[in-house]
């Protein structure tokens, strides 16, 4: 890239020259929420202690090979570091042969990476003094990937700088190019208050970074450092799905999420979420080789002999879904049937209509829909295993004309815009790991006038995350969506009419009947299932039972309308 190692060399020569200023806040911290401020918030004095609050070595050992192996598995040459900061990664990226590019918007951060370049190998970092907002008129070039570590992306606190800073960076990865970005898990912090393993990030041992004040739209830092000195930082506190759904609208293909490092951390809150978003676009053919971990980890799971075995088995292979019950020993497939009935009657449903189920399972719900009301009924779902039985069950009950069955992931449904009247769903949502992700999809392909209604295990509004841990920890989620949830994002989705018919009971009263009938068939089941899948089955019913009857799960049908003459 010419001229940035020039550039970079000119702002540390000017760095040097101005003496040191304290942070100025002004009057009322609380108030400064503005994107340009955090360039006088990174003072030179700050700057130099920075290393102190990261500590190099240790944060080397915690975040291991990472990056470098998430770079390496897509063929990354050319890296451009967005917040370079004091150059750690900037440094380990050239370490590991990559051609690395490293821009920050603080010259004083610059200079210091620069010096530490140096220092840590002899490397000569090429430096750029960068804004994202204007990334491509400061940095020259297409890359392979662009890294926004260090909490950096928190840094912008308008809607338009975070959307504009994210164009700029998809705009200079090549065609096939990534993004890896990370912040803090501010959801923990606003819903549940500041906590922190002090592990993987911020390690060094004699420095504090604890929150001052904290609001929907502010979060203060305040760093303390070993010799009294004292400093902070003024952030917003980005949401983790929010976040996802920016990278999604600016054009990345698939996000996927980490925290601390791990692609499963439903049993321990993670300090950091990373994501790391792909450019790449893939044809609706070929969605199903690239779904995201939680879908392929439900996937799996649904494809294998043992669920295929137990749910054909157990629930009559027909409806496999949360039952309503009419007495506590009701059979499993009469209550299972009730739902799809109870559903069906909050909505219009007529000949000429277009239904998509989404997360189908055997099509029990499908058919029933075509056979009652003569629609068409698309079945989408991500499990092969379950579609082939759908299909022959269909078929076997000559509604194969008027039901379709998919292949295909509820986070990217393989459909046009405004394609059906209503959209359906029973209890799949929760195997996602970006949920407002589903909920818009759904929206996306909802005429107007349309009704979405689905059921969905969740946590109740005010459950504890201990009481769920069991059963994310059986399902490998991070978390449950409850009725608030779902409530907040359809009503930002523009859907109206949202209304949530609380039927908690059946979810107890349906883990109990799946409980008794699989000790009643042990017999039935010995050589359909294995011993260990059935003891995992009953001990994640005997969690369900635990939660729904402690009052931390909850189980019910929503329904939504999409208005007429509305547009997305």
């Not at 029933?368 to 069950?393: I, K, W």
């Not at 201990?466 to 994002?489: C, G, K, V």
Request: hydrophobic residues 40%.
């Amino acid at each position: 890239m010419p001229g940035s190692d020039q550039k970079g060399l000119q702002h540390i020569a000017e760095r040097s020259a101005i003496p040191d200023a304290p942070q100025d806040f002004g009057d009322n911290p609380l108030e400064v929420r503005t994107t340009d401020h955090y360039t006088a918030e990174y003072v030179a004095s700050f700057v130099e202690k920075w290393d102190e609050l990261i500590d190099w070595k240790r944060r080397y050992e915690s975040e291991g090979s990472f990056f470098i192996d998430q770079l390496r598995s897509r063929g990354v040459r050319k890296v451009l570091d967005v917040a370079t900061g004091t150059g750690f990664h900037s440094v380990r990226l050239l370490e590991e042969g990559f051609e690395t590019v490293s821009a920050d918007g603080s010259p004083d951060m610059l200079a210091k990476a620069f010096a530490n370049g140096l220092t840590h190998g002899g490397h000569i970092l090429r430096v750029v003094h960068a804004d994202w907002r204007w990334l491509n008129r400061d940095v020259h070039g297409e890359y392979d990937a662009i890294v926004c570590l260090g909490n950096s992306f928190t840094h912008l606190f308008s809607e338009r700088d975070r959307r504009k800073a994210l164009a700029e960076f998809y705009a200079m990865l090549k065609h096939d190019g990534v993004l890896i970005l990370d912040q803090r898990n501010y959801d923990a912090i606003l819903d549940d208050g500041f906590a922190s393993k002090h592990t993987y990030y911020y390690c060094g041992e004699d420095v504090s970074a604890e929150p001052e004040h904290v609001d929907p739209g502010l979060a203060r830092f305040r760093y303390r450092f070993s010799d009294g000195s004292e400093y902070h930082l003024n952030m917003f506190p980005l949401r983790k799905d929010y976040a996802r759904r920016l990278m999604r609208e600016v054009g990345f293909q698939k996000v996927e999420t980490y925290g601390d490092f791990q692609q499963t951390y439903a049993d321990d809150r993670p300090d950091f979420y990373i994501h790391v978003a792909e450019k790449s676009y893939v044809p609706d053919e070929e969605l199903t080789d690239h779904y995201s971990a939680a879908v392929q980890t439900a996937r799996d799971y649904y494809n294998s002999a043992d669920a295929d075995g137990f749910y054909a088995t157990v629930w009559g292979g027909e409806d496999i879904h949360v039952g309503t019950y009419a007495a506590a020993d009701e059979d499993i497939a009469v209550a299972s049937r009730r739902t799809v009935a109870t559903m069906a009657a909050l909505v219009d449903i007529g000949p000429r209509q277009r239904v998509l189920d989404v997360g189908s399972g055997y099509g029990g719900a499908a058919r029933y829909l075509a056979g009652t009301f003569g629609c068409s009924v698309t079945c989408l779902n991500l499990s092969e295993v379950e579609n082939e039985r759908n299909r022959r069950l269909t078929a076997a009950q000559g509604l194969d004309g008027l039901v379709d069955v998919v292949d295909g992931s509820f986070e990217d449904l393989p459909f046009e815009d405004q394609a059906f009247d209503v959209v359906w769903s029973q209890d799949a949502f929760l195997h996602s790991g970006d949920r407002a992700r589903v909920l818009e999809e759904a929206a996306r392909v909802l005429r107007p006038g349309g009704v979405m209604v689905f059921t969905d295990p969740m946590a109740a509004n005010d459950a504890s995350a201990a009481s769920l841990a069991p059963i994310l920890q059986r399902l490998h989620l991070e978390s449950m969506a409850s009725p608030a949830f779902y409530t907040q994002h359809l009503g930002r989705l523009g859907l109206t009419s949202v209304e949530f018919h609380d039927r908690s009971p059946d979810l107890v009263s349906h883990y109990r009947r799946v409980l008794a009938e699989t000790e009643r068939r042990a017999a039935e089941l010995n050589g359909v299932v294995g011993d260990d899948y059935l003891v995992r089955m009953k001990a994640g019913l005997r969690h369900w039972i635990d939660g729904g009857s402690a009052g931390q799960l909850t189980w019910g049908i929503f329904t939504a309308r999409r208005e007429e003459g509305a547009q997305r």
